[in-house]
């Protein structure tokens, strides 16, 4: 990793640089650059998981897009999932050239720019998706895929080195839901005019076979409900406007009502709206028209798949909703995958659901979802279709990435390079080879603010969370006496007598305290060190922890 190189130190050759998603589900961000100008493709979020307490969202840092300056022509972005589109908002301030995207995901990151009070001075564009993008030493067009999200699209990017595509997230789907079928032929046509390199999703890459189509679901649905004669619960993605459809469908075939709940779910529905996947006639009830409606005649669908604690789902279990609430023998049925990292918080849901006798439907009982991400025969078929000289797998954990690898060489492909996060590669011209390693990582979302991963608070939210914590409040008095009113706190700590702690820390502490001469009592450096040191030995004989020690000194 060299100190001071930037990306504007790249002007000649044909570049490719993740600043996240590869090593990881979500976080979606990748750079290419060719002759000094730069383009990125997705800019997304991903979920937090134990090693940052209270922490929801993380978003990729993209400082090194700064020293580009004018040379980042673009943003593009290939769909509205928040793993691809999420972070556009919270990096908004950081963003100085066009974003585009298609008419979809346009709509949910202006709404999300509308939340942030963003919209002024940003620059989004519609993509359309049957017109190329002209911009300095790049051609781009686009590839209409089908994957779990209206208006999906690989992206092809033509250079003078030759052309690379980008799948995205993709699958195929001959019977969709919503858009048109998987179509092949542009993608043989690429493979036919010579594809230099291929970047692409990796996510099911290990799951052997084919997905199945979002209508085999449709069916089943209507077969399912029809099972159940109480209430009927669904949870799915709130971004799978397919999928909320053909739950429509099946609640119509049974006559029943649906209520849309969640407050992400009621927007994106409302964006299917303007952009025609929804019609005016499927009209949802409301939240509190659906506590009357009798318990056979009802649909929720809500979010909640991921068992996040703010969502509908969540408070509708935790009896904690205004007007919803479930009673023994109602469904849920889990219409959803598992997003890696969030197991235990869905696991924790369903055997809440399940102590209150609810009944549990999930994608291992009943065709209840299906994947957006092709499998292994799917991939393979791409790279018989595409022939590229190169292999770049992306948009996966390393048992992704190497079972992806191991697709693109039975598919006789020359070069296949898994990297990590930062590794910068050169394609062209010559060998394919890392020429740079960059320095990437993640900001923190709180609120709707930013921080760095390593921030000082995160780590001490870290430490509490392991090792508990200790208050110790003393004044000292005048003449540097220690005042009684000694007050301890002790958080986190198990099987612990405080009352007698705290004596036998009292009586160390007093003890060496009195050997200090009087310019040492008189720092509070000297006497915080002290009573921490006099804590600790005591706290070791109890247990075998060490918790952090927040010391609060009061001179009168």
Known sequence: MSDNLQLNDFNEGLHFLSLGGIGEIGANCYLYGCDGKWIMIDLGLSFADEKFPGVDLLVPKIDHIESLEDNLEAIIISHGHEDHAGAVAFLANKIKCPVYASKFAKFLIENRLKEFNKVEGFTLKEINLDKKLILNNFDISFIPTTHSIPEPTAIVIKTKYGSLLHTADWKIDHSPTLGDSFSKEKFEKLGNDGLLALIGDSTNANVPGKSESESDVRDELASIFSRFSNRIVVTCFSSNIARMKNIIQAAKKNKRKVALVGRSMKKNIEVARKCGYVADDEIFIGEDEASYIPRENLVIICTGSQGEKRSALFRIAYNSHQHLHLEPEDVVIFSSRDIPGNEKSINNLKNLLIRQRVEIVTADDDL???????????????????????????????????????????????????????????????????????????????????????SAFIKERRKYSFEGLVLISLIINDDYSINKNMLLTLKGLPGIDEENIKNDFKILFIENYTKLNKDQKSSDLIVSDLVKSSFRKIIKNSIQKKPEIEVHLIRS
């Open 368 to 454: 209840v979802h299906v994947s957006g991400h092709g499998y292994a025969d799917e991939i393979k078929q791409m790279y018989n279709w595409t022939k590229p000289y190169l292999s770049i797998p992306v948009h996966g954990e390393p048992m992704h990435l190497e079972a992806h690898k191991q697709l693109s060489y039975s598919s006789q492909v020359p070069f296949t390079k898994i990297l990590d996060n930062g590794k910068c590669l050169k394609i062209a011209p010559g060998e394919p080879k890392i020429v740079e390693k960059f320095e990437t990582g993640k900001l923190i979302v709180e609120g709707k603010n930013l921080y760095d991963s390593e």
